[in-house]
């Protein structure tokens, strides 16, 4: 084949995977639309996307929220303005660290699991054993991943925030002397509702990426990454670089419509 | 001991996440759930000096209030200020701009006055003072005017 039809060809084909990926993700939302809802899907979903990342959210939660209160400290007391550490934790963390790093942590905790977990159910037919039964895989496999990330993600944010405002406040406030009322009170002066909210609609919609791209990767596992093992741990893996990566390029789009 | 049900460890996440959430909306954000207990007072300033939507309200230093909207009306700045009900500001009450520190942010700051008359819902705040620009005091201390 010369080169012109290997571009043409590789452009086709990439074209192609971003249309499936698409209409993947418009099904799931039509699906997720018209009831019935697998309610008990949906709630043992929450329970694996969201409470068991709990733990993980609150230790890195509270570590960069304590980093943020030594650095912040740092640059701070340079121009003398430490009263401001406060502003400073509580903007970044709620505008931008807690949104990201969040959905980054349930990516590699939550999302990885769900990509291989219908990887392995694909490459064993168990998804074909559910369309023979009569059961739409869509609503059985990925629309109760897609409304658990959605309902979980601002909460795991917010939880996120609380304890990085608290991190920041044990070594900003209490270890290099900036005080309770300084820290709270500046930052609840300089803290708007609407930062909060730019932080509800990134963890929204970055809780709706992390199920689309671990559904689309573990679904297509034989079709688009090849057959058994290797297709699933491929499947894996390009899952978790693609939803890390679109994360934070959607970041940045969203803080700069946003901002 | 039955071990805890997923139903009961989901809504305790559940609850735990929302609390987290109203933390940082009502406590931070200034979300207001309880509308109804403020009433609205307009102001016009001849400049306002940058002030923005959200901005403190303050009498005698305490914060009592917030500044609620900003609009431009006959080439005047004209506020519209948010108060809690059991707070009274007299008819000749003085509504000022002023700035927190030498570049800190904007306020409006009400000094009370002696009239027996309070203003009513939805009444309008007659004297009022704009927004000192520093600059031009500067500008007016170096060429010599004051």
């Keep these: 084949m010369d080169p012109i039809s290997q571009i043409g060809a590789f452009t086709l084909s990439r074209l192609y995977r971003m249309g499936v990926m698409g209409l993947f993700l418009f099904k799931s939302f039509l699906y997720g639309f018209i009831p019935p809802v697998k309610v008990g899907r949906v709630i043992k979903q929450i329970h694996f996307i ?3 990342s709990t733990l993980v959210i609150f230790l890195t939660g509270s570590f960069s929220g304590m980093v943020l209160g030594f650095q ?4 701070l007391s340079r121009f003398g303005s430490e009263a401001f550490l406060g502003p400073m934790v509580g903007l970044s963390l709620i505008k931008e660290l807690g949104p990201v790093i969040s959905a980054l942590m349930v990516t590699g905790r939550a999302g990885s699991a769900i ?3 219908i990887g392995i159910m694909r490459i064993t037919e168990q998804i074909d054993a559910l369309e ?3 059961l739409n895989s869509f609503r059985y496999l990925v629309v109760p991943n897609l409304i658990a990330a959605i309902i979980s993600m601002p909460l795991l944010t917010a939880i996120f925030d609380v304890c990085g405002i608290a991190g920041g406040y044990l070594i900003g406030g209490k270890l290099l002397g900036v005080g309770a009322g300084t820290y709270f009170g500046e930052m609840a002066s300089y803290v708007e509702m609407s930062d909060v909210m730019e932080g509800i609609y990134k ?3 970055f809780g709706i990426i992390i199920a689309w791209v671990c559904c689309y990767k573990g679904y297509y596992t034989t079709i688009f990454t090849g057959f058994g093992a290797e297709g699933v741990s491929k499947a894996t893996t390009q899952a978790v670089v693609l939803s890390s990566v679109l994360i934070l390029v959607w970041d940045y789009f969203m803080t700069s419509a946003l901002f | 001991m039955k071990k805890f049900s997923i139903e009961m460890t989901v809504g305790l996440f559940m609850v735990a996440g929302i609390i987290c959430l109203g933390y940082l909306s009502i406590r931070l954000g200034k979300l207001e759930v309880m509308g109804g207990n403020s009433y609205e007072i307009t102001a016009v300033f001849s400049n306002s000096g940058g002030i923005k939507t959200g901005s403190s309200v303050v009498i005698a230093g305490v914060d009592v209030g917030t500044v609620k909207e900003v609009t431009l009306s006959d080439y005047q700045a004209r506020l519209v200020l948010s108060l809690p009900m059991d707070l009274k500001v007299q008819e000749d009450a003085i509504a000022s701009v002023k700035t927190k520190g030498l ?3 904007k306020y409006v700051e009400i ?3 002696g ?4 203003i009513k819902p939805g009444g309008r705040l007659r004297e009022t003072q704009p927004a000192i620009d520093l600059e031009q005091l500067i500008s007016g201390f170096v060429f010599g005017k004051i």
């Design chain 1, 50 to 52: 969201g409470l068991q």
């Design chain 2, 115 to 118: 009239s027996e008359d309070i």
């Design chain 1, 115 to 117: 990509a291989a977990e």
């Design chain 1, 72 to 75: 912040g400290y740092y640059s």
């Design chain 2, 103 to 105: 570049i800190g942010e």
């Design chain 1, 203 to 205: 963890s929204l919609s």
């Design chain 2, 111 to 113: 000094t009370p006055g």
């Design chain 1, 132 to 134: 023979l039964m009569g």
